[in-house]
């Protein structure tokens, strides 16, 4: 697979809308992985596509931006920078919902969102970015390849889909 023919672009509301179901299998395929992307589970189709419905409605150029990775107009992954809503964190914003489709993992494409949500967030005038992923699996270890610092485990932070109460890593990037 060529993955340089895979183009990196920001959706709009209208394109996020109407991308709505190949979104909502990147959440189904994380799902998959038992990693929850912030929904517990079990995650049906329908609860998933309603999720980016209302994330479409939250995206603000200055605020909040959604990066996908779109390959002959197939969504295969997304990303998107949140920036801090606190009046004195203005400089900060949370990296969330990075995923890959489950067939396209492991080409390089989570990197290059990864990038490409740092990049967005130069161009924000963003300082600090920081995320957490569930502690201990392969996405904790992703980050720590991509040269994010780990700060550590916050415990008990999230359910996963499985079920079970779980710790996060705590990771963050000055750009
Ligand atoms: C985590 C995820 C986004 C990574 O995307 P990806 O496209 O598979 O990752 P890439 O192919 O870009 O890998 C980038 C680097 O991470 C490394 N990496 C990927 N998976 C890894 C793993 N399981 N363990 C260690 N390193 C790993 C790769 O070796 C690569 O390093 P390299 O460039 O030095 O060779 C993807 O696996 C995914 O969507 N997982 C399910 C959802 C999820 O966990 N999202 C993150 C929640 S916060």
Known sequence: MNTALVEIVE??????????GELAQLLLDAHASNMSLGLPGPL?????????IETAAKLDPQ????LAAV??????GTVQVVRAESENGRA?????????????????LGRRLLEAAVERARRLDLR??????????????????AGWTRLGVLPAYS????GTLAGAALFYREV
């Open 11 to 20: 959706l709009s509301a209208d394109d996020v809308r109407a991308a709505a």
């Open 44 to 52: 049906s189709l329908e609860h998933a596509v309603e999720t980016w």
């Open 63 to 66: 605020n909040r931006v959604l």
């Open 71 to 76: 390959d002959g107009g197939d969504v295969v």
């Open 92 to 108: 900060r914003a949370e990296i969330v919902r990075l995923a890959v489709r489950a067939d396209r993992r492991g080409s390089g």
């Open 128 to 145: 600090l970015l920081w995320l957490t992923t569930h502690a201990d699996t392969d996405s904790d270890r992703f980050y720590e390849t």
């Open 159 to 162: 359910t996963r889909p499985d």
